[in-house]
């Protein structure tokens, strides 16, 4: 069965340095997210990319957060510099349109956990 | 603007006993809806999802929910829980089949033996 792979599965870093989440999505799915998620609390979309292209950013702290789908396929997530308030659970999904019944579905990739020291 | 409620951040439960988890919503338009489940680091896993038809919906694990349109509520229920139930488990809903898709806090299920 296909799945949206993430790496790395942990990271743990120090304040103020660079940090890079990768995620591959299951082939096909043109909708890739990415999701911050703090201890105790649902997912939090940061960015939605339709395609290569963003859709929706507008829960993304631009000043330190970027994140690129250059060729439609897999994304990279960064944070520069990072803070201590960045620790969490950070999610990629993606979605596809399922004809048969008519709606998307999305599927989670395993996360990658992030603890800033 | 869409927003998801969960009820209940903790649940307590006896193994074999039955649970239901809370859910309502806010929607001014028609909605999906969604039950996801989450194990300790891990991602999020599908449970079930409404979309149309029947208002009962079955799952994996043995897991049902049923939706209530007067109510905006869409309630998780297991007749009889196991210890490998427990985990976080997340409400959501997609609005108009926008691609988009808006969770609720989360309910911790904690099933003792």
Redesign the interface.
Known sequence: EAEVAQSPRYKITEKSQAVAFWCDPISGHATLYWYRQILGQGPELLVQFQDESVVDDSQLPKDRFSAERLKGVDSTLKIQPAELGDSAMYLCASSSWTSGEGSYEQYFGPGTRLTVT | AQS?T?LD?QVPVFEEAPVELRCNYSSSVSV?L?W?VQYP??????LL?Y??GSTLVKGINGFEAEFNKSQTSFHLRKPSVHISDTAEY?C?V?VN?F???Y????TKLNVKP
Do not use: D
């Open positions: 998801v969960q951040s999906y969604f996801y680091n891990q991602g999020l896993q599908l999802k979309l149309s997340f959501a997609s089949n691609n988009k898709f969770f609720g806090s989360g």
